[in-house]
């Protein structure tokens, strides 16, 4: 029951951003979606990284009869795509395979091997559905906020030095190499992400059950939660509000190479296309959560959360996408969701909600803060500085402290307290 209300709540959401997404007149995520079995997909990678996921629950005889089945489809919709002279391109097989699970699921399963399918179909198109979803809410965030509070932004930036400026610059001068190497990292987010879950689920077959929590309940939280913010405090980024891609409606066309003139930071008109998704960072967010979530993995492994929570910070901030203050928000953000979905699942108390409840106040100061408090930040670099620094320090210290403490102690007991026997 549970599952299915879940499964109701999602497909209303949905059917809600399908409906918003035709009154402005484009396709919403679910035509989107659908057009990928035919059509060549926008990410293969994504696709088969999706259908990894999904057979997580399958045995390995079953995996390399869906991944041959897969491969064997996009072969021939390659040879049909050429023939009729449209766009090649791989992953709809992948996305064939797992609506067949679908299917094999509710007509040829039954009980809890039933279950145990969908729900692995469920979490390959999580992934698949997220992403297009996340394109559509940053379709109705353009449409919806035609005014953009950037200068508060770049003004409350200068506290910290300016760092997209910075690195902006920093990317420059490593040349071709540095700069397509940071941005396959930021684009193939999501694959890393397949690669700390899958290792999260390996046993999922053997266990015929998934375990409490994982990196993917994290990931759909936070793309779930962040475009609402989006929705509060509208932000472009740094190379479009002040760079080359932002056009005529770019306030100037100074980005990474001098600093804006800004005098009493104020809001301004943009355009109808470019998404408002800076404030918080999600990519940091999403990083972060890798990061977390490989720190009790192989060797291997940890290194590479580490690397990728690297590149994509300097990805966000070399490529003008976000300002240093974005990412600050955006580690807040993300260590707020973790804690709060960790003690949901080891059982609600006192220390849970202490550390939500400090994570949302932080949160909450810092938005206020760019917003009412960004020209007093630029006045005064050195106090507010170090205190933006400190904020997210003393939730990055609470979470580890807290979570050690978790560990080193048993969950609460969720089972009601007996009552005594009347006599």
């Known amino acids: 029951m549970l599952w299915g209300a879940a499964g109701l709540v999602v497909l209303g959401f949905l059917i809600a951003l399908e409906v918003s997404a035709r009154h402005y007149g484009l396709p919403g995520p679910m035509t989107t979606q659908a057009r990928e079995l035919i059509v060549k997909p926008a990410s293969g990678p994504l696709l088969y990284a999706s259908m990894a996921l999904m057979m997580v629950v399958l045995t390995w005889r079953q995996r390399f009869i869906a991944l041959g089945a897969a491969i064997g489809i996009d072969l021939v919709l390659t040879l049909v795509r ?64 035609p005014e953009v509070l950037d200068p508060y932004l770049v003004t409350a930036d200068q506290a910290l030095g300016n760092p997209s400026w910075v690195v902006g610059r920093v990317v420059e001068a490593t040349g071709n190499i540095g700069e397509n190497v940071l941005d396959w990292v930021y684009v193939q987010l999501a694959v890393a992400a397949v690669v700390a879950a899958l290792y999260q689920l390996r046993n999922v077959a053997r266990d015929r059950a998934f375990p409490s929590h994982h990196l993917v309940r994290t990931f759909l939280v936070i793309g779930l939660l962040g475009p609402g913010i989006y929705m509060i405090f509208p932000v472009v980024g740094p190379i479009y509000a002040y760079g080359a891609e932002g056009g005529s409606w770019a ?173």
């Open 82 to 145: 050429w023939l009729l002279d449209a766009r090649i391109g791989s992953g709809s097989g992948a996305l064939w395979v797992i609506v067949a699970c679908a299917v094999i699921a509710v007509t040829r399963r039954t009980g809890a091997e039933r279950t145990l399918l969908l729900k692995g179909v469920g979490l390959g198109l999580i992934l698949v559905t997220g992403r297009k979803t996340g394109d559509t809410w940053l379709l109705i965030t353009s449409k919806t906020k």
């Open 251 to 423: 306030a100037a066309e100074v980005w990474p190479n001098a600093l804006p003139s800004i005098g009493t930071p104020e809001a301004f008109t943009f355009d109808e296309f470019t998404p408002r998704n800076c404030m918080p960072s999600l990519h940091t967010a999403w990083s972060v959560a890798i990061f977390v979530h490989t720190r009790k993995s192989p060797r291997l492994l940890k290194y590479a959360g580490t690397f990728w929570l690297v590149a994509t910070l300097a990805a966000t901030l070399g490529f003008g996408y976000h300002y240093g203050v974005d990412l600050i928000a955006g580690v807040v953000f993300v260590l707020t969701i973790e804690a709060a979905l960790r003690g949901l699942n080891r059982g609600w108390d006192r220390s849970a909600t202490l550390i939500v409840a400090h994570g949302v106040t932080t949160f909450a100061a810092l938005l206020v803060s760019y917003r009412f408090l960004a020209t007093e930040m630029a006045d005064y670099p050195w106090v507010f500085g170090p205190l933006l620094l400190l904020s997210m320090a003393s939730v990055i210290y609470v979470y580890v402290r807290t979570t050690r403490a978790w560990d080193a102690q048993p969950a609460p007991s969720r089972e009601p307290k007996s009552e005594p026997e009347l006599v």
